[in-house]
């Protein structure tokens, strides 16, 4: 499986930020930029700036899903009841790739992604193997028998850089997790302070 290093390492400098805690990240030796412009010293940002990397940084987290998706996602958060940016947060969560990445059964969300893609994955005994698709509360999500023994899910749910959520009850002996609840923002473990009030202020412009 591709690790895909590279690419997601470039979100990271773009943004300037570690968005995934992980200890390989040059975000974590050069905190600025790439290129070379990237060590200049930068002005003050406007409000549609700081909108814009809200948005950027939570959908490099999720694996930099297109903006058709994200645009989606967040009519959809907007529809329901409640406050925008929770749902908002909520829906994401709720992904499979983001639940099969929060489980451990996978290094990052990238592999998460490509892990569910190859058919890895059942939810409730079927196979799924949509990304993007809605986990929803009592779900139980299961690594395929044939792909429990990938040296990419061994070396992974091993991994101390992270812990599972308590929104999910994994157990690594089975390779099954369960989606217990829908989380709000408090909830979800992310490495760096996400935005999503701005998102919401960023679309309803």
């Not at 409000?47 to 903006?67: C, P």
């Not at 998460?112 to 949509?130: D, E, L, P, S, T």
């Amino acid at each position: 499986m591709s690790k895909r290093e590279s690419a997601k390492y470039k979100i990271d400098r773009r943004l300037g930020e570690n968005i995934w805690g992980r200890p390989k990240s040059p975000v974590n030796k050069r905190e600025y930029g790439p290129g070379q412009h990237g060590q200049r010293r930068k002005g003050k940002t406007s409000d549609f700036g700081l909108q814009l990397r809200a948005k950027q940084k939570l959908k490099g987290h999720y694996g930099d899903i297109s903006e058709k998706q994200f645009r989606r996602t967040y009519d959809e958060a907007n529809r329901r009841r409640g406050d925008t940016s929770e749902n908002l947060i909520g829906l994401l969560e709720s992904r499979l790739d983001a639940v099969v990445y929060r489980a451990k059964f996978v290094p990052t969300i990238f592999a998460a992604r490509q892990f569910v893609n190859h058919g890895h994955v059942k939810v409730n005994g079927r196979r799924v193997n949509i990304g993007s698709y809605l986990v929803k509360p009592g779900d139980v999500i299961e690594v395929r028998e044939k792909s429990k023994q990938l040296v990419t899910v061994l070396e992974s749910v091993q991994l101390a850089e992270r812990d599972v959520p308590d929104y999910i009850e994994a157990d690594h002996n089975k390779m099954t997790a369960t989606f217990a609840r829908v989380p709000g923002l408090a909830d979800v473990p992310f490495a760096v302070q996400m935005e999503p009030n701005l998102v919401v202020e960023f679309y309803s412009r």
